[in-house]
């Protein structure tokens, strides 16, 4: 932060009391997204990544039988000694996914091997390392225990046990534990339809000339990006005019597609705009000035039943509230639980500028020092324009509105992207 | 896990020095692989999650122009030194996108949103906050410093410098960034191709009846899931019969068409595995012990020009090795030049851990915040064959060779899943 900006900006503490706080506008945003109720049926694999909507409830035993845990020896416990050793003879063989069909009797073993079914009348295992072998019988000594080495029938999941709720989100263990009950399709909630377009007369496309005072826009791309991580089916409608016509159109036609819209740029006080006047005309919408920074005007509400989220049009200011509320919010309509998210606290090794007023999300890079503790420190310049602060950071560092910024080796609130991103 | 098998573990370890640490055998992969060298020109967009193979440029200078950083009023800053307080006619106004084409003279001042040219004369902006109008008349209640408000062209890119360095992940933010500097197109490495399948006769696809001592194939499953999240080229080459022939072909196609081979299953010392001599046949490979658990017989080496992975085939096992060992090699693989650092966490354990030194456990668990604390527990039951610990697990809990048990209420190291996957 420049030394102007916290000029400029103590003089903006007396109406700080007019600002929404960062957990208010949260809660109110959240009270305004519901899960989807849409749902479909999808193969595992394509579903990895979504929430299920079905409890699954397991038509088998995981594992199927007792089996082995180790390779080594299948014994019955009544054979092994108390003290001193016992020789039992070895009367056949089981691997896994060929089980061996001989009946233990007393004094025989069965040779076996890890994630084999335990021959009948087996029910310890000993591990290969802690016998002596001949190659027809093996000597056991004292200090085992009856079931040792035994992995239980439904020791992971038992036959009519709900293994996943309704609400879970599949990851590669639910991926495996779903193949490994035999289940090859689950229903799950529908993907999430996002329209998102940008306002701004001074945007031009990436392959365009720009001219006096434009730029190209970036930010159609930052919200695509963010947007496929989130694994949402995204349209993008390009960049609108300030026209009314070009407005109203753009505002209706995603309204009607989406089940949610996103727009940056035109909701700040400024005086080139038809997106508010055309949102107040639509729809229900609030537009709100947040004690946050990067990132104060946010206009949140509906399109008739399309949630709609206002960005600034600033790059930083985009990313920023996006990650701050609306993907939680995204993330509960797909059927996602709340998650906060991972928050660090660690020392910073350069100090931080801020005045008391907002919560600030800083751009930081979280990184090992010389000592390998964790620690951080800010990307460089912090204004809102300024998307190489996004684009280098790793982190976000945390700076409550009352804060005055940190010295370096203080402690700061860190949210790590990875995880978040 | 059960406390026997602990024992069991930890005396076979005692009778087995040729364990090899985690940490070694990292070392030695990673001195076995190279990133891949051909690079690919795709569409700015497609490039979310790729690699980036070049080192950009900037063509222009970001911010393009002189401009505005607030809503105010442009000024010659000389013009407020006058008696306070100082009064400017306003003469015209600069949008973004529409700059005043004008020139301040002195006692004018032109209305200007942020992001706007500056226009010529003016050096300094007054936030509209600080400002008061009558008609045409604004009267100026705070004076700031020369230069104010104001960011230079170029302050966060220069023109000719460069933006972004080869090896850079393709994030939201760096597309928002790329599209800002005019890029429609990037040089990214190509996508690593990654060829995998699983070994075990007792092993079933989905969608078949089991008899008895089977179980279904998950591995492949949790390996896709993995896999799929590291934005790398999948080929699935299915459930290979224990047969030395069907491995030999299998391996063969696999090092013909993948940059990395993954197997599951066929790596522990037991009677079953021709495993070994068909890789001595086709390649070089090391069979290693690693002192860890879960997850202790890994094989690592070439098979053609391919490197080979031969996990576990266990479950469980089979995603420890994979988030330890495999998966930082295809990020270096796929020309990461370097990620975020590993977040390891210190948090208070709830759960009693049994634990003997030598070897490196990774303990799935819960990792919750409680009053300000990291805390972090089981979950449950930890038999490398149950997979629900994976699934219930948002966390490793890593303790190092040295370690030995952990008492209720003891701090541990804690590796987030979040961050990991």
């Given at each position: 932060m420049t030394a102007e900006r916290r000029q400029g900006a103590g003089g903006c503490d007396a109406q700080a009391h007019e600002l929404l706080s960062v957990a208010e506008a949260k809660q109110r945003i959240?009270?305004?997204?519901?899960?989807?109720?849409?749902?479909?049926?999808?193969?595992?694999?394509?579903?990895?990544?979504?929430?299920?909507?079905?409890?699954?409830?397991?038509?088998?035993?995981?594992?199927?039988?007792?089996?082995?845990?180790?390779?080594?020896?299948?014994?019955?416990?009544?054979?092994?000694?108390?003290?001193?050793?016992?020789?039992?003879q070895i009367v056949g063989s089981a691997f896994a996914g060929r089980p061996s069909t001989t009946i233990l009797q007393s004094g025989q073993c069965i040779r076996i091997m890890t994630g084999a079914v335990l021959p009948l009348n087996a029910d310890t295992v000993i591990a290969q390392e802690l016998v002596r072998a001949n190659g027809t019988q093996i000597v056991v000594t004292a200090g085992h225990r009856c079931g040792q080495d035994v992995r239980r029938a439904g020791e992971d999941v038992r036959a009519d046990d709900v293994v996943l709720g309704a609400g879970t989100q599949?990851?590669?263990?639910?991926?495996?534990?779903?193949?490994?009950?035999?289940?090859?399709?689950?229903?799950?909630?529908r993907r999430l339809r996002v329209a998102f377009f940008s306002t701004g007369d001074e945007l031009r496309g990436t392959a365009e000339t720009l001219g006096p005072g434009e730029i190209?826009?970036?930010?159609?791309?930052?919200?695509?990006?963010?947007?496929?991580?989130?694994?949402?089916?995204?349209?993008?409608?390009?960049?609108?005019?300030?026209?009314?016509?070009?407005v109203r159109k753009?505002?209706?036609?995603?309204?009607?597609?989406?089940?949610?819209?996103?727009?940056?740029?035109?909701?700040?006080?400024?005086?080139?705009?038809?997106?508010?006047?055309t949102l107040e005309e639509l729809g229900e919408i609030q537009f709100w000035r947040m004690a946050m920074k990067p990132g104060k005007p946010l206009a949140v509400g509906r399109i008739a039943r399309t949630l709609f989220f206002g960005l600034p049009g600033n790059p930083v200011s985009v990313m920023a509230t996006f990650y701050q509320f609306v993907q939680p919010a995204l993330r509960h309509m797909q059927g996602h639980r709340h998650e906060t998210g991972l928050l660090l606290r660690v020392p910073t090794i350069t100090a931080l500028h801020k005045e008391p007023g907002r919560l600030e999300y800083q751009r930081g890079i979280l990184e090992r020092d010389s000592d390998g503790r964790l620690v951080v420190r800010t990307t460089g310049l912090q204004d809102s324009h300024v998307l190489t602060s996004m684009s280098r950071a790793n982190c976000f560092i945390i700076l409550p509105a009352e804060s005055s910024g940190a010295s370096a080796g203080e402690a700061v609130e860190v949210q790590p992207f990875h995880g978040l991103i | 896990m059960s406390i026997d098998k602990?024992?069991?573990?930890?005396?076979?370890?005692?009778?087995?020095?040729?364990?090899?640490?985690?940490?070694?055998?990292?070392?030695?992969?990673?001195?076995?692989?190279?990133?891949?060298?051909?690079?690919?020109?795709?569409?700015?967009?497609?490039?979310?999650?790729?690699?980036?193979?070049?080192?950009?440029?900037?063509?222009?200078?970001?911010?393009?122009?002189?401009?505005?950083?607030?809503?105010?009023?442009?000024?010659?800053?000389?013009?407020?030194?006058?008696?306070?307080?100082?009064?400017?006619?306003?003469?015209?106004?600069?949008?973004?996108?529409?700059?005043?084409?004008?020139?301040?003279?002195?006692?004018?001042?032109?209305?200007?949103?942020?992001?706007?040219?500056?226009?010529?004369?003016?050096?300094?902006?007054?936030?509209?906050?600080?400002?008061?109008?009558?008609?045409?008349?604004?009267?100026?209640?705070?004076?700031?410093?020369?230069?104010?408000?104001?960011?230079?062209?170029?302050?966060?890119?220069?023109?000719?410098?460069?933006?972004?360095?080869?090896?850079?992940?393709?994030?939201?933010?760096?597309?928002?960034?790329l599209a800002s500097l005019g890029r429609s197109e990037l040089r990214v490495w190509r996508p690593l191709r990654v060829a995998f399948f699983s070994t075990g006769d007792e092993l079933r696809p989905l969608g078949s009846v089991l008899s008895r001592g089977q179980i279904f194939d998950s591995n492949r499953?949790?390996?896709?899931?993995?896999?799929?999240?590291?934005?790398?080229?999948?080929?699935?080459?299915?459930?290979?019969?224990?047969?030395?022939?069907?491995?030999?072909?299998?391996?063969?196609?696999?090092?013909?068409?993948?940059?990395?081979?993954?197997?599951?299953?066929?790596?522990?010392?037991?009677?079953?595995?021709?495993?070994?001599?068909?890789?001595?046949?086709?390649?070089?490979?090391?069979?290693?012990?690693?002192?860890?658990?879960?997850?202790?017989?890994?094989?690592?080496?070439?098979?053609?020009?391919?490197?080979?992975?031969?996990l576990?085939?266990?479950?469980?096992?089979?995603?420890?090795?994979?988030?330890?060992?495999?998966?930082?090699?295809?990020?270096?693989?796929?020309?990461?030049?370097?990620?975020?650092?590993?977040?390891m966490l210190r948090a208070r354990c709830l759960t009693p851990l049994r634990k003997k030194t030598g070897r490196t456990e990774y303990v799935r668990a819960l990792l919750a915040e409680e009053?300000?604390?990291?805390?972090?527990?089981?979950?449950?039951?930890?038999?490398?064959?149950?997979?629900?610990?994976?699934?219930?697990?948002?966390?490793?809990?890593?303790?190092?060779?040295?370690?030995?048990?952990?008492a209720a209420g003891e701090w541990v190291d804690v590796q987030p899943l979040a961050g990991l996957i």
């Open positions: 959240m009270d305004l997204a519901s899960p989807l109720s849409g749902r479909e049926r999808l193969g595992i694999r394509a579903a990895l990544g979504r929430v299920l909507a079905e409890d699954i409830v397991s038509p088998i035993n995981v594992p199927p039988h007792d089996n082995s845990a180790m390779d080594g020896y299948a014994v019955m416990a009544s054979d092994l000694p108390d003290d001193g050793e016992r020789t039992l599949i990851a590669p263990a639910e991926l495996g534990l779903l193949a490994s009950l035999g289940v090859a399709e689950v229903t799950v909630l190209h826009d970036s930010n159609r791309y930052s919200i695509h990006g963010m947007l496929a991580r989130l694994d949402i089916e995204s349209l993008d409608m390009g960049v609108i005019r300030d026209r009314r016509d070009d753009a505002i209706r036609e995603a309204s009607a597609l989406a089940d949610v819209v996103i727009s940056s740029g035109g909701v700040s006080v400024g005086e080139a705009d038809y997106i508010k006047e | 602990i024992q069991n573990s930890a005396d076979c370890f005692e009778r087995e020095p040729d364990m090899m640490s985690v940490r070694s055998a990292r070392a030695e992969i990673r001195a076995l692989v190279e990133p891949v060298t051909e690079s690919v020109t795709v569409a700015l967009r497609d490039a979310l999650g790729r690699v980036l193979a070049e080192s950009v440029r900037s063509p222009i200078d970001v911010p393009t122009h002189t401009n505005s950083a607030m809503d105010g009023f442009a000024v010659r800053r000389a013009d407020l030194d006058g008696t306070p307080p100082p009064t400017l006619r306003q003469i015209g106004a600069a949008f973004a996108g529409h700059p005043y084409a004008g020139e301040i003279q002195a006692g004018q001042c032109v209305r200007i949103m942020t992001g706007a040219a500056i226009p010529r004369g003016a050096d300094t902006v007054v936030m509209q906050e600080h400002t008061e109008a009558h008609g045409d008349d604004i009267t100026f209640s705070e004076v700031p410093r020369h230069g104010a408000n104001v960011r230079p062209a170029g302050e966060d890119i220069a023109r000719g410098q460069i933006a972004m360095t080869p090896g850079t992940v393709i994030t939201p933010a760096a597309l928002g960034l499953y949790t390996v896709y899931g993995m896999l799929k999240r590291l934005g790398v080229e999948i080929f699935d080459l299915g459930l290979v019969a224990d047969e030395p022939q069907a491995l030999r072909t299998i391996l063969r196609q696999a090092a013909s068409i993948a940059d990395v081979i993954i197997s599951t299953g066929g790596v522990s010392v037991g009677e079953a595995d021709f495993v070994r001599s068909v890789l001595a046949e086709v390649g070089r490979v090391n069979f290693w012990k690693i002192a860890m658990k879960p997850g202790r017989p890994l094989a690592f080496g070439n098979v053609g020009d391919a490197r080979f992975f031969g576990p085939g266990n479950p469980v096992a089979v995603m420890v090795t994979f988030y330890q060992f495999v998966q930082p090699v295809l990020r270096y693989m796929r020309g990461e030049h370097e990620h975020a650092p590993e977040l009053s300000g604390d990291w805390t972090v527990r089981r979950t449950g039951p930890q038999g490398s064959g149950i997979l629900n610990s994976m699934v219930r697990a948002n966390c490793f809990i890593v303790l190092a060779d040295q370690q030995g048990n952990v």
